[in-house]
């Protein structure tokens, strides 16, 4: 899971709740990006952000929110918009955008509405 | 759609087999990815193959890339129980915002 660490690992939400996801990278990397998968699927990209103060949505972006306000750190908002929330979400982080580098990936956070 | 579609999706082999599995994409990439995921895990990133790369090893891995049928193969050797995971290929796609795209896994089981 190299240098990237996600908050909390399990979160329970109410419907009509926003609720928060945490990713933190001490990686010093410019590239961070959240990803949804659901069961027996592969990602989807939420959203992306190439360098602080910047972000630009992924495929499926409706219904969360994200700031990039510090280098280090990608929070993703779930808002009461997402319809089905219920996923497990992962967030990762590339050294530099626009370079083949590798992405390197978060532990994850499995979200569940009740 | 999905860029990358792995098949099989899902693989049972026993230990000391070679696990194959196959990733086809639809369009121009710069490199393709295959990743890694145990149950209930983040995914580790395995290998690069760039799209000039027609062949790349790592230990007991080998993957191919052949732009031309646009697929790529990724085989395991000498498989252990260890390796049971699911195994995903992402393309990173020609222009655009160098954003990957995972295709649905293969679901691999290695047995002891």
């Known amino acids: 899971d190299g240098g990237i660490t996600q908050s909390p690992k399990y979160l329970f939400r109410k419907e009509g709740q926003n609720v928060t996801l945490s990713c933190e990278q001490n990686?010093?990397?410019?590239?961070m990006y959240w990803y949804r998968q659901d069961p027996g699927q592969g990602l989807r990209l939420i959203y992306y952000?190439?360098?602080?103060?910047?972000?630009q949505k992924g495929d499926i972006a409706e219904g969360y929110s994200v700031s990039r306000e510090k280098k280090e750190s990608f929070p993703l908002t779930v808002t009461s918009a997402q319809k089905n929330p219920t996923a497990f979400y992962l967030c990762?982080?590339?050294?530099?955008?626009?370079?083949?580098?590798?992405?390197?990936f978060g532990p994850g956070t499995r979200l569940t509405v009740l | 759609s999905q860029q990358g579609e792995e098949d099989p999706q899902a693989l049972s082999i026993q230990e000391g087999e070679n696990a194959t599995m196959n990733c086809s994409y639809k369009?121009?990439?710069?490199?393709l990815q295959w990743y890694r995921q145990n149950s209930g895990r983040g995914l580790v990133h395995l290998i690069l193959?760039?799209?000039?790369?027609r062949e790349k090893h790592s230990g007991r891995l080998r993957v191919t890339l052949d732009t031309s049928k646009k697929s790529s193969s990724l085989l395991i050797t000498a498989s252990r129980a260890a390796d049971t995971a699911s195994y995903f290929c992402?393309?990173?796609?020609?222009?655009?915002?160098?954003?990957?795209?995972f295709g649905a896994g293969t679901r691999l089981a290695v047995h002891p």
């Open positions: 990762a982080s590339r050294p530099q955008a626009g370079t083949q580098d590798t992405q390197y």
């Open positions: 193959i760039r799209s000039n790369e």
């Open positions: 369009t121009s990439i710069n490199n």
């Open positions: 952000s190439q360098i602080v103060n910047d972000f």
């Open positions: 990686l010093n990397h410019d590239a």
């Open positions: 992402a393309t990173d796609a020609s222009g655009g915002y160098n954003k990957l795209i």
